[in-house]
Nanobody, 122 residues
Framework: QVQLVESGGGLVQAGGSLRLSCVAS????????MGWYRQAPGKQRELVAA???????NYADSVKGRFTISRETDKNTVYLQMNSLKPEDTAVYYC????????????????WGQGTQVTVSS
């Protein structure tokens, strides 16, 4: 069993910054990937940023140069630092991890947080 708790969302003016955090807990044996997705009303969920266990990162083109993903591996925590926010960044942001548990053997599964609202006003 894995639980993800997200925090840091809120209302901010264009050009401002927010930092999202996500803490994973439960019967986690290994985490392969930690990342952030977002979904705006009427749009499909999209990958924002991801970081692998080896430290490799991947960003959506729309956030490159503005957002930074980081992790604290020993705390099973991932962060998303969002700078120079734009109204089009408004969405619900979801934490996602690919992890194995103490009971899943070699099987890895995706786990999702409940989402945190980010609203950027113009």
């Amino acid at each position: 069993q894995v639980q993800l708790v997200e925090s840091g969302g809120g209302l901010v003016q264009a050009g401002g910054s927010l930092r999202l955090s996500c803490v994973a807990s439960g019967m986690i044996f290994s985490i392969n990937v930690m990342g952030w997705y977002r979904q705006a009303p009427g749009k499909q969920r999209e990958l924002v940023a991801a970081i692998t266990s080896g430290g490799s990162t991947n960003y959506a083109d729309s956030v490159k140069g503005r957002f930074t993903i980081s992790r604290e591996t020993d705390k099973n925590t991932v962060y998303l630092q969002m700078n120079s926010l734009k109204p089009e960044d408004t969405a619900v942001y979801y934490c996602n991890i690919e992890a194995s548990t103490y009971f899943s053997g070699k099987n890895y599964r995706n786990y999702w947080g409940q989402g945190t609202q980010v609203t950027v006003s113009s």
